[in-house]
């Protein structure tokens, strides 16, 4: 992808998200309705999680709490009074809108909220993530027209080809609130990479009899701790209803590049770079996140990056990342919440080359390749969130891309998963 057509993505998503925005701001600001009366709100729930971000500022308990039309309004009810699934809603009051089970973003995203002063969090998370098939531009391939393709001049795929690749990561998200608009936070986690792959060219190649183990499946795996992140939240402004929260993150180099397989040759080589756990590098991952609150539910939208930073030991670094988020959480009653969310995400090939790997690689197999890493996805994400009562929060969401343009070859992405359990205290 060329640098013209990444910044007319950019700005394209940008302005979709700041569309999807403005019309169901506009949406439900309609129709004041009639404000609830203090009784409906539930002191049990109320205190359940005072002080997380999303408290948005009232100082008392009425939707009296701010004058102004807009928050007027959005003390009304868009959908009415209700009582679904046996679980009142107690919404209304913006004086303790942070307690509410779409506090957090979905479970797929990280940053979208602070902790007020000397309160701690800590989540674990989890995400699966699918590969399978391989894919040029936006176009799927056969394993057969995966074998023995020419990119950017040079044929690859000769020797085998990477068919599908599982990524499972334990993370462990740990928060604390320095003060009511700082917030620390650091996320060691684990990796575990998987992949699968089919042997020499069993469809017919040009270069002579088929040898003998062509078409045979074989598998590589390495797992380990991965690059730790960590960094700041700064709640730079909150309004009645609204927040906007600057993400100053990074990465440390703690997961390992450099560790070889045996497969398929007997022989230990290097592993290829979507099995690599960490960058190598120190990363920037800074992000920003503007949320705003409504009696049913909440909309956000987010940009966060991943910018490597210098060159790691190996002589590359991994390309840049850009995610642009837009998210509706519905708040079915206070406890459960229903997310849908639109990700844009932009990844750069790498910037150099492993030194380890003579140019003769790139021509086994595409995972060697530099070239062969970059791309953009459109994904959409469908997730719900429970809080669980006593500081406690869980959340789920399923991920599928429905538009993807891979540099080289790669392997498309497919279904993924993301959940979370968390607790404040
Ligand atoms: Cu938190």
Same mark, same amino acid.
């Given at each position: 992808?060329?640098?013209?057509? @990444?910044?007319?993505?950019?700005?394209?998503?940008?302005?979709?998200?700041?569309?999807?925005?403005?019309?169901?701001?506009?949406?439900?600001?309609?129709?004041?309705?009639?404000?609830?009366?203090?009784?409906?709100?539930?002191?049990?729930?109320?205190?359940?999680?005072?002080?997380?971000?999303?408290?948005?500022?009232?100082?008392?308990?009425?939707?009296?709490?701010?004058?102004?039309?807009?928050?007027?309004?959005?003390?009304?009810? @868009?959908?009415?009074?209700?009582?679904? @699934?046996?679980?009142?809603?107690?919404?209304?009051?913006?004086?303790?809108?942070?307690?509410?089970?779409?506090?957090?973003?979905?479970?797929?995203?990280?940053?979208?909220?602070?902790?007020?002063?000397?309160?701690?969090?800590?989540?674990?998370?989890?995400?699966?993530?699918?590969?399978?098939?391989? !894919?040029?531009?936006?176009?799927?391939?056969?394993?057969?027209?995966?074998?023995?393709?020419?990119?950017?001049?040079?044929?690859?795929?000769?020797?085998?080809?990477?068919?599908?690749?599982?990524?499972?990561?334990?993370?462990?998200?740990?928060?604390?609130?320095?003060?009511?608009?700082?917030?620390?936070?650091?996320?060691?986690?684990?990796?575990?990479?998987?992949?699968?792959?089919?042997?020499?060219?069993?469809?017919?190649?040009? *270069?002579?009899?088929?040898?003998? *183990?062509?078409?045979?499946?074989?598998?590589?795996?390495?797992?380990?701790?991965?690059?730790?992140? @960590?960094?700041? *939240?700064?709640?730079?402004?909150?309004?009645?209803?609204?927040?906007?929260?600057?993400?100053?993150?990074?990465?440390?180099?703690?997961?390992?590049?450099? %560790?070889?397989?045996?497969?398929?040759?007997?022989?230990?080589?290097?592993?290829?770079?979507?099995? %690599?756990?960490?960058?190598?590098?120190?990363?920037? !991952?800074?992000?920003?996140?503007? !949320?705003?609150?409504?009696?049913?539910?909440?909309?956000?939208?987010?940009?966060?990056?991943?910018?490597?930073?210098?060159?790691?030991?190996?002589?590359?670094?991994?390309?840049?990342?850009?995610?642009?988020?837009?998210?509706?959480?519905?708040? &079915?009653?206070?406890?459960?919440?229903?997310?849908?969310?639109?990700?844009?995400?932009? !990844?750069?090939?790498?910037?150099?080359?492993? &030194?380890?790997?003579?140019?003769?690689?790139?021509?086994?197999?595409?995972?060697?390749?530099?070239?062969? %890493?970059?791309?953009?996805?459109?994904?959409?994400?469908?997730?719900?969130?429970?809080?669980?009562?006593?500081?406690?929060?869980?959340?789920?969401?399923? &991920?599928?891309? &429905?538009?993807?343009?891979?540099?080289?070859?790669?392997?498309?992405?497919?279904?993924?998963?993301?959940?979370?359990?968390?607790?404040?205290?």
């Amino acid at each position: 992808m060329s640098r013209f057509q @990444f910044t007319l993505q950019l700005a394209g998503a940008f302005f979709a998200g700041i569309a999807t925005y403005l019309v169901v701001t506009t949406a439900f600001s309609q129709d004041p309705g009639e404000a609830p009366s203090l009784s409906d709100i539930s002191p049990v729930e109320l205190a359940m999680e005072e002080g997380e971000s999303g408290d948005v500022g009232c100082t008392s308990n009425g939707c009296d709490c701010c004058s102004s039309q807009s928050c007027g309004s959005r003390c009304g009810s @868009f959908l009415g009074p209700c009582d679904w @699934f046996g679980c009142h809603r107690d919404s209304y009051s913006h004086h303790k809108r942070g307690g509410l089970a779409d506090k957090h973003a979905p479970a797929g995203l990280m940053g979208g909220h602070v902790h007020k002063k000397g309160q701690w969090m800590f989540e674990y998370k989890y995400m699966n993530m699918y590969m399978r098939g391989n !894919r040029m531009g936006t176009t799927n391939v056969s394993d057969a027209a995966a074998f023995d393709v020419n990119i950017n001049g040079s044929v690859t795929n000769a020797q085998a080809i990477p068919t599908n690749m599982t990524m499972e990561m334990h993370m462990l998200h740990i928060m604390y609130g320095w003060s009511d608009e700082i917030s620390l936070y650091a996320m060691p986690m684990v990796t575990s990479l998987t992949m699968d792959h089919m042997r020499d060219n069993p469809f017919g190649t040009p *270069l002579g009899p088929m040898p003998a *183990l062509a078409g045979q499946p074989f598998t590589t795996h390495n797992d380990g701790i991965d690059d730790v992140v @960590f960094g700041a *939240l700064w709640k730079a402004y909150e309004g009645c209803t609204d927040e906007l929260i600057f993400n100053f993150g990074f990465s440390v180099p703690t997961g390992d590049i450099d %560790r070889q397989t045996s497969a398929p040759f007997g022989v230990p080589i290097d592993l290829p770079y979507p099995m %690599r756990i960490g960058s190598g590098t120190f990363d920037f !991952r800074p992000g920003v996140t503007y !949320r705003s609150n409504y009696d049913h539910g909440s909309i956000g939208l987010q940009y966060t990056a991943d910018l490597t930073l210098g060159t790691n030991s190996e002589g590359y670094a991994l390309g840049d990342e850009h995610k642009i988020n837009a998210w509706y959480s519905w708040l &079915v009653c206070d406890r459960l919440a229903l997310s849908f969310r639109v990700e844009n995400h932009w !990844r750069n090939n790498i910037d150099g080359a492993d &030194v380890d790997q003579n140019a003769g690689t790139m021509g086994f197999i595409s995972t060697n390749r530099s070239d062969s %890493r970059g791309g953009f996805w459109t994904n959409l994400g469908y997730g719900g969130s429970l809080l669980l009562g006593d500081g406690y929060l869980m959340n789920f969401e399923a &991920v599928h891309p &429905v538009y993807q343009d891979l540099d080289g070859i790669q392997l498309s992405n497919d279904w993924y998963f993301n959940a979370g359990l968390s607790k404040a205290f």
